[in-house]
């Protein structure tokens, strides 16, 4: 454009020079000027766009020099990032696992805090039961000699009640007063009647726990209604007793919870080991007393449970004579001894009454006889 205006304009001069028609050269310098407009109008948008170049530029390398990592080295930080990325997700796992391990603890601690650890127990006191039970226990461990431990010791066997959890010797203290008032209780709802539970047949729950059937009778709901007024009794008192399970009453005489190491070698119980029993009759028990048992104390000698208390049922059993029978039978035996010995002394001052008044011989016979008699005495 710069060329071509200067051609024009060197052409119109010339022409002007050489004498040429001035309309024609005036047409050369309106053209040159248009021209020339044409060039400034272009050079200024040209100035115009490197001016925002400029700024443009300007600009970049302004928010480049506030930034605060202008002069870091991008790898470096880049690296430091990810380390620190790696040290926070290692920390997180670490604070993770600990939380999950305090919360496997508190879950724990929460748990034992209401596992069962006493309950209320009807002991089984019929020889019949127990040596059935006996049998029954010998028969499997014949064809299964790992069940041994699993097996139940027959001075334990009982049927439970109700279970609850006593942490403190209060509570315990407080269990032993609901047992003591539940006695009224019971024997309104016996209403002088006796509670026979006959045991028949062998039933499991989910091949883990062995038992024996309480058979159904009008005395299996009576013992119902047992365990929910000793329950209400205890609830009453402020004491967590029972569970989220149905009453069931039975007589467990084997369960593979009794071994935990038993439990890996043992998943299941084969129903076939007892199967000759699944109808057996084992004996009728009669309920006439309650017993408080601990789960975790030392069991007594004859393999029956720790008992914190107990109630008597009904009327006392002959062969146990109360206080007042024992005093009356003391009296006469006091009574006998001392008739026996006044007789004795009535009888030794007749005979030395008669020696008085006798011959010698007499005499020296009484006296042989009466030394022979307590010789005889000091030899019984």
Known sequence: MVELSTTLKS????????GAHPKICVCMYDLENVLEKEILKENKESTQQRKERCASTDSTDSLMVEM???????????AVRLTSEVNLKKKRKRT?????EEDN?????????????FFISIPITNSEISGGVQAVQDTIIQKDHRLSKAMVHCGSLHVTLLVMHLSSKEEVSTAVDALSDSKDLVEDLLKGKTVDLSFQGIDHFRNEVGFVKLAESDHTAILMEIAETIKKIFQEKGILAGGDRAFKPHLTFMKLSKSPK???EVKKIDPSLYE???????????????????MLKKKQPNGYYYCESCVILGEKHAAEPDDAELVSLSKRLVENAVLKAVQQYLEETQNKNKQTDGSPVKTE???????????NDNSK
């Open 96 to 100: 993770t696992g600990r939380e999950n």
């Open 11 to 18: 052409t119109a001069s010339e022409a002007w020079c050489s």
């Open 105 to 117: 603890e508190r879950k724990k601690k929460k748990k034992e805090q209401y596992r069962p650890n």
């Open 68 to 78: 605060p990592f202008v002069n870091i080295d991008i790898e470096d930080e880049f």
């Open 262 to 264: 038993l439990r890996k």
């Open 276 to 294: 000759k029993f699944k109808s057996h009759y084992f004996g009728d028990e009669i309920l006439h007393r309650l017993d408080l048992c601990s």
């Open 365 to 375: 016979e009484a006296t042989s006889g009466s030394k022979n008699e307590n010789d």
